[in-house]
């Protein structure tokens, strides 16, 4: 693409020259120790673009010069004064004498180019380092799913992703003597976050990554970068899974709470508004059965008074019934029996009480000749026939003519009959 479009595409998706010169000072702590061993020593840069690593390597102190093949990218690497040519990856390292570069570096070269050219890419680049010397391949994560899946193939250029896996083992197969993984460019945010979404799961990993293979060399050469490649960068699916799937344990845990602990404050809170409403019920009860019974109380003793009220009416409407059940005139004799039957009994019961009345009533109706007709009139009434003719009644015959009587009148009877009985002796 010599039109200008590929420069302008970068410009306006990969980001501004100054963004990405600061995102690749990442790699200064490996390189840095480069240059103690070789000073301005010459280092190439493969897809060399807009030339943001060549300044960076100018400025650590290398001799760095870059190859491209985009016209438009090489003429703004002329005009910032560094060295370019245009020229292939592999063309270029062939050229290279062994053993020439202290560094060999290709950003967002490998994705570009086929899968055979990538793996004679790094054989060449093992021939042309210097012992200790470092490659670096820089290339878009698939481990990042949104950039696996989609933002990968916004770039037309691009051929296919290469997993951190597969670009790191090249190196190692071809026998250089330890290789490093660095995941790069992953939002500040995402090793902040508190909670995780599945946005963060999705496009949180790091969009970029890196293989940093180093050639053999004496362990003390070696050891002058051990530190860098000790470090770890980026952050990897597995991490960010991790993490969202223990959030999600915790919440889910935390909902498990939350219920247990709603369920047992509704539990608490319906069995206290079912005891309110228990006492309350109770105390309306008690209330109703005093008013129903202060009430009843009340009917009770209107109906007492009521009755009481009635009763004369009552006893007339009785008094009715019999006089129409029994006629006038034996109604006024069984009154009249009632009115005599009770003088007798409050009579003879006086009578039995004062012996002296009793005594002087009997003398009284001899001397009025009472005496024997009371006699007779009680023979007549409980006397026996015989062939003898008449006899005195005995006091069972007096209680058997007298048994419709009032025990007080019999009792009287009884006595008036013991008393004729002796008179009669006499």
């Known amino acids: 693409m010599s039109d200008g ?65 985009d016209d438009g990218m090489l003429a703004e690497c002329r005009a ?130 890196a293989v940093v293979a180093q050639k053999a060399a004496a362990e003390d050469v070696l050891q002058s970068v051990s530190q860098a490649f000790a470090i770890e960068y980026g952050v990897t699916l597995g991490m960010v899974s991790d993490k969202y799937e223990d959030q999600l344990l915790h919440s889910i845990q935390d909902i498990d709470q939350r219920i247990i602990d709603l369920d047992r404050n509704l539990t608490l809170g319906l069995t206290q508004k079912i005891n309110e409403l228990d006492v309350k019920l109770n105390l309306t009860l008690q209330r109703v059965d005093r008013d129903l019974s202060s009430r009843l109380n009340g009917l009770e003793a209107r109906f007492t008074e009521l009755e009481a009220s009635l009763s004369p009416f009552i006893k007339i409407g009785n008094q009715i019934r019999l006089l129409r059940a029994q006629g006038l005139v034996g109604r006024t004799k069984v009154v009249t029996k ?25 003398v009284l109706t001899k001397k009025l000749g009472l005496f024997d007709k009371l006699q ?33 009148v019999r009792q009287a009877f009884n006595e008036l009959n013991a008393e004729i009985n002796k008179q009669e002796k006499h």
């Not at 009632?338 to 009793?358: D, E, W, Y």
Request: proline share 7%; glycine share 6%; aromatic share 8%.
């Open 5 to 69: 479009f590929y420069r302008a595409f970068e410009d306006k998706h990969r980001g501004t020259l100054e963004m990405i010169k600061s995102r690749q000072r990442v790699y200064l702590p490996l390189i840095q120790p480069l240059t103690a061993l070789y000073p301005h020593e010459q280092a190439i840069d493969l897809g060399c673009g807009r030339g943001e690593w060549l300044e960076l390597l100018v400025e650590a102190g290398f001799d760095a010069h870059g190859i491209d093949l």
């Open 376 to 408: 007779a009139s009680r023979r007549q009434a409980v006397v026996v026939s015989n062939a003898n003719g008449l006899k005195s009644a005995s006091t069972a015959e007096v209680d058997q003519a007298l048994k419709d009587f009032p025990p007080a």
């Open 80 to 209: 910032r004064g560094l060295k370019v040519q245009t020229l292939d990856a592999i063309s270029a390292l062939k050229a290279l004498p062994d053993n020439s570069q202290a560094l060999v570096s290709g950003f967002h070269l490998a994705e570009h180019i086929p899968f055979e050219a990538l793996q004679e890419l790094v054989q060449q680049a093992l021939r042309v380092l210097k012992p200790a010397g470092l490659l670096i391949l820089e290339t878009p994560n698939p481990e990042n799913i949104v950039v696996g899946t989609a933002n990968f193939y916004l770039d037309p250029t691009h051929n296919r992703p290469l997993p951190p896996l597969l670009l790191s083992f090249l190196p190692e197969y071809y026998g250089f003597h330890r290789v490093k993984v660095l995941r790069l460019q992953e939002p500040v945010s995402i090793s902040q976050a508190r909670r995780f979404t599945i946005h963060d799961v999705l496009g949180g990993v790091s969009p970029d990554y």
């Open 338 to 362: 009632k009115i005599l039957r009770k003088i007798a009994s409050r009579g003879a019961h006086f009578v039995t009480a004062h012996p002296q009345i009793k005594s002087f009533l009997i």
